[in-house]
C-alpha cells in the first residue's frame, strides 16, 4: 500500500488535481478540489459486470458493491465510516465469500440501502459541520 507523509498532505493537491479531480461548492459560495477516481477504478473497486439482458446487445451493469452514486442515495452514507457501515460492509463480504451473495443491478442496491431515513439528515448535518471546520468558522 502507497502512503504519504503527513507534510505532504498538508501542502494540498498537486496540479494533476485540476486533470484528475473533481470541484466542490461549500454552502458559502468556495470553490474546492479533490482527486477522483475514473469510472473504471470505480467499476474495479464495485466489482461491476456487464450482463446482456436479453434484449439484442443491450447489457446492464450488475456489481459485488453499490457504485459510489448509490452509496450516497442509501442511508447509511452518514458522512463517515460507521459502525453500521462496517457491519453492513462485513455482512455483504461474508455472503461474496459463502457463495451465497448475488450480483445486483443498481435499482436492487439502491432499494437494499434504504433503511434508517434519519441517517440522510444526520449526513447533511455533518458535511456542513465538515464545511465550517474546514473554513474555520464557529
Known amino acids: 500500500?502507497?502512503?504519504?507523509?503527513?507534510?505532504?498532505?498538508?501542502?494540498?493537491?498537486?496540479?494533476?488535481?485540476?486533470?484528475?479531480?473533481?470541484?466542490?461548492?461549500?454552502?458559502?459560495?468556495?470553490?474546492?478540489?479533490?482527486?477522483?477516481?475514473?469510472?473504471?477504478?470505480?467499476?474495479?473497486?464495485?466489482?461491476?459486470?456487464?450482463?446482456?439482458?436479453?434484449?439484442?446487445?443491450?447489457?446492464?451493469?450488475?456489481?459485488?458493491?453499490?457504485?459510489?452514486?448509490?452509496?450516497q442515495r442509501g442511508n447509511l452514507d452518514v458522512g463517515y465510516w460507521s459502525h453500521a457501515c462496517k457491519e453492513w460492509f462485513q455482512n455483504q463480504l461474508t455472503h461474496i465469500l459463502n457463495g451465497s451473495a448475488d450480483l445486483r443491478s443498481a435499482k436492487k442496491w439502491g432499494s437494499s440501502l434504504v433503511m434508517l431515513r434519519k441517517q440522510g439528515k444526520l449526513a447533511t448535518k455533518n458535511t456542513k459541520l465538515v464545511e465550517r471546520c474546514i473554513l474555520h468558522k464557529e
Open 1 to 71: 500500500m502507497q502512503s504519504i507523509s503527513q507534510d505532504t498532505v498538508l501542502v494540498g493537491p498537486t496540479d494533476e488535481v485540476f486533470t484528475h479531480g473533481q470541484p466542490f461548492q461549500t454552502s458559502d459560495g468556495t470553490y474546492w478540489w479533490d482527486d477522483n477516481l475514473s469510472e473504471d477504478e470505480l467499476n474495479l473497486i464495485c466489482g461491476v459486470y456487464k450482463v446482456f439482458t436479453g434484449y439484442g446487445q443491450q447489457a446492464a451493469d450488475m456489481s459485488w458493491w453499490p457504485k459510489p452514486a448509490i452509496w
